[in-house]
């Protein structure tokens, strides 16, 4: 169950100036995200060859919250309950980043 969240590298070649800010982003979602739904801690991946995140103005994150080809975590994955931990989990995450994306401004 563990959950693993990417983002950019510091050496992506589309977005070199976003690195800082999709790093912190991505480490506030995963420590809310933790937090909230109990899973045992998962790591930030960085990665340059997602389409998503390359060619972004913005910082990005990609979030990978289970499999459903595991069946423990299809178990958790479609229940209400376990749905709401992820939502209130990463919403508390983009939460937390921008608070201290002000702090450190």
């Known amino acids: 169950r563990d959950v693993e969240i990417i983002c950019q590298s510091e050496d992506n070649p589309y977005n070199y100036c976003n690195y800082g800010r999709a790093r912190l982003?991505?480490?506030?979602?995963?420590?809310?995200?933790?937090?909230?739904?109990?899973?045992?801690?998962?790591?930030?991946?960085?990665?340059?060859?997602?389409?998503?995140?390359?060619?972004?103005?913005?910082?990005?994150?990609i979030i990978e919250v289970g499999s459903l080809a595991n069946?423990?975590?299809e178990e958790l994955l479609v229940t209400d309950e376990y749905q709401e931990k992820i939502a209130e989990g990463i919403a508390a995450g983009i939460e937390s980043y921008f608070t201290q994306k002000e702090i450190n401004q």
């Open 25 to 61: 982003l991505s480490d506030a979602v995963l420590g809310s995200f933790v937090q909230s739904t109990g899973n045992s801690k998962g790591d930030v991946i960085e990665d340059d060859n997602r389409p998503i995140i390359n060619w972004s103005i913005v910082p990005t994150t």
């Open 71 to 73: 069946s423990a975590d």
